[in-house]
């Protein structure tokens, strides 16, 4: 059977789904300051009902990385790069250890510029003196060449906890994305090495020694949790990936569609189309710096059951922030609930306190309470509703390269609206009037996040470069570097492609069956100089789609 | 995190399913490196830089801009009304102020298509700049532009289409036409009658590096904008003066590149040509985009870059010092239109155009009425080894009443006279567009 955790900010889920469907789950709040104690609970609580050799698969997900980047608790990380002709690179800088060497890499992968070894031997040496454990090494364009990431990373062999290349993370371009992600990886590698040690320890202590132990990825998927201790910043925000999720297990989608998650502080959008939920084109960003993980597309706005109503004669506004909890719970400022409650949509708390505090705003400003209760709840209702066709609109518009793509490339048009969340069931009527779509509400299911990371199948992409008149091919993600025969063609660069990311798939042990392998961009240009033929650039992305386990979905299902 | 300090908006549209022919320059692989030094540089990640996606300029776009003969379709590609559309949406997004400025690094450029189009000329089938500006000036109404034209060649299908726009100051940079196509862009090329000193040529000797490229931005386009007082100043701005161009000798670099953006301050660049995809464009397109962005360019630079190899000789800069001095005084002290004849109160030109792309060979006469009242109506006789003998009439804007009579005068005569294969008119006035096949 699947178990699934998710560790999320209030809360910690868990549940266990066998063949017929859920066999257990629990709720308990998350202890902050350590959450392997509530992952053993969790774990513990599941063991209790059906016995602990009952688990065969465990899914995590946490929020262990993201707060200690986002808390500044990570390690300080020695960051050395190379940049070459372009942005200056000390646009890119991270923490106090971080160095740029002479060295450069072209668009092609040729370099251009030797790398300047000496000096990064002074600098490591420096660093080591001073307690730096963790490293990183990126140049500019190393998805193309990893040359000199590698002979950097051959000088720090021994002499440190970690090294962190930048190529390692992904093929797409993205220098300063490359420099985040490298560093932020090994800022966590230690406190999240040591976590993972915990976890497997607790496993083995109530039992579960048998399980194989994986963990959820901010694009939906999972990845085993021994290739995560080399990847830790793979972990990170991967809390709404498990709802997403959820609802992808729980609810047949098959059209193009909307998920709208309204929660307390925001409300979270995902966008499906035919069924699958869309990835971020280029990767998440956190703390402020856009990395190359890869992600869900996402967005949030700040409208959620307790946002704060802010009232004036002109205009009656919900959100963006919370000042705490509706009146009715004893909050200080009039929320979102505090107005469903007194237009009995909802009855929270003490619905007196709710009319109380809008009674309050709303004479201030020469209104009825009822007015701005009305007013209020149809504000969070167009907000939703503009960010959604904003959204999507922005997804539409997306660039574009080809002419063909221009004008046959397809456009996403969403014929369902799923709703998720506390407010859901009493913003539904609203919400349908606001949405030509359709809108659903689930049957509630208090634990789908948990649901999402235990059905959660692997994920991966491999992008594959090949540059026949240099005689080049790379595969940056697998570490893959090698000659290339003039005659390479298209069709044999996606065959490897497809190939490389099967073997690495079977080699971490992810079913085939339950991974279907899709190429997302090919591409082969003629190169020419002067008026020769002298190559073909060719460019090759595949990649494992988010998606749930076939076989347990059956159980899980709902009619949504 | 980097930000800009003018918030930018770029139009990539490289498509990569089009060439003129495999081994052309206007081939799919001329932005790939481009956009592999964007992308690797993170430029689209820069807080104030924005992506965006063509539209596709409307026949009537391109009508509005140019006569085509036969007809547009005959004429145009769609990857021709993608560019034009893309520069459309540059310039949308500026005068719109949904961005300080601009960029469209779209292809194919444009900039050799003149008024009357039969065909591709030096790479190009409608001029994408003017398809752009007469949009600009239909939806936000009558507006002073300046074209720079920093593109290695002559921009002879800009300066054809606003020869006789006094609204228009449209001034090229360029090798000199007498060691490279199209072989024109010279001093006294200045404009048509009604249009004096808002044509100006800058021809610069092969050889030509930053410094005198610097120069010349400096001591003539920069004090001739500034006379002019321009609502919107827009570059077309070809790379192929780069100093490792394959078909042109100059010695131009990413960081020249990079200074005369910054000096221009132009609202919107349009890329023309550039045909060292690998060595120049991806840095100097980079330099651009920084530039006009406001961000620091100063690490921009080619890899193999060695100013003092391509450094101008001392004779050169001597040649170039004179040439602007005789410029500047020509273009604000103008001795009076240049070849053409005053024929019953019309100016008329004479001109026999090449298509090199296409291999056609146009005779044409332009003529344009001397009115007291406005720039005059114009009309163009034309016929080409493709195409029987046309006619094409266009009241301009701000057309007074009796040059709009005139024009449409003259259309509906073409039409009962019967000598014409294919006529097209151009209504500025009352926008009307309208074509006639006899
Ligand atoms: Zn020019
Ligand atoms: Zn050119
Ligand atoms: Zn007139």
Sequence with gaps: MLCGIDVGGTHTDAVLIGPDGVVACAKLPTNHDDLLASIREALASIAAVAGPAAVTRLTLSTTLTTNAIIEGTADPVGVLVSGGPGIDPAAYAM???????????????????????????AVINAWEAAGVRAFAAVTKFSTRCPDQELA??????????????????SGRLGFGRRIATACLNSAVWRVYNRFCDAVERSAAELGMAGASINVLKADGGTMPLSVSRTLPVQSILSGPAASVMGIIAVCDIAEDSIILDIGGTTTDIAVFAAGAPLIENEGIAIAGRPTLVRALRTRSIGVGGDSAITVSREAIQVGPRRLGPPMALGGPVPTLVDALNIQNVIAVGDPRASYQGILAVATANGFEPEEVAEAAILNAVNQIRSEVAAFVREINDRPVYTIFELLEGRQVRPTRVYVMGGPALALSALLQDAFTQEVVVPESFAVANAIGAALARPTFSVELFADTASGRLTIPSLGITRQVADNYSQAAAEGEAATSLRHYLASIGAEAEDAP??????????????????????RVACQVRPGVSAAYKQAVSKSC | MLKARHPLAIVFFPAYDWAISPTHPERQERLLYTQDQLREEGVFDIAGITELKPELATATDVLRAHFCFPDVAAVTTTSHLISAGGAIRAARTVLDKEAKRAFALVRPPGHHAMKVVHGARGFCNINIEAVMLEWLRDQYGPLRAAIVDTDCHHGDGTQDIYWNDPDTLFISLHQDGRTLYPGTGFPLELGGPKALGTTVNVPLPPGTSDEGFLFAMREVVMPLIEDFKPDIIINSAGQDNHFSDPITDMAFSAQGYARLTEMLGADIAVLEGGYSIQGALPYVNLGLVLSMAGLDYSHVREPDFDAAKVRQSAKVTGYIEDVCRDILKEARHPRGPGKGDVVAGWFTRRKTLYYDTDAITEYQTEAVRLCDHCRGVVKYETESTRTPLCLGVEAPIGACEKCVEEAYRIYEAGQIKGEYRHLQLIDRVGKNYATYTG
């Design chain 1, 95 to 121: 923490g106090a250890y971080y160095h740029v060497l002479a060295g450069a890499i072209d668009h092609r992968g040729r370099q251009t510029g030797a790398l300047d070894l000496d000096a990064a031997r």
């Design chain 1, 152 to 169: 950097l990373e051959a000088l720090l062999a021994g002499r440190c906890d970690c090294v962190s290349l930048g190529h390692a993370f």
């Design chain 1, 517 to 538: 392998i899709e190429t997302v961009e090919l591409s082969s240009f003629p190169m020419v100089e002067g008026q020769t033929l002298v190559g073909h650039n060719i």
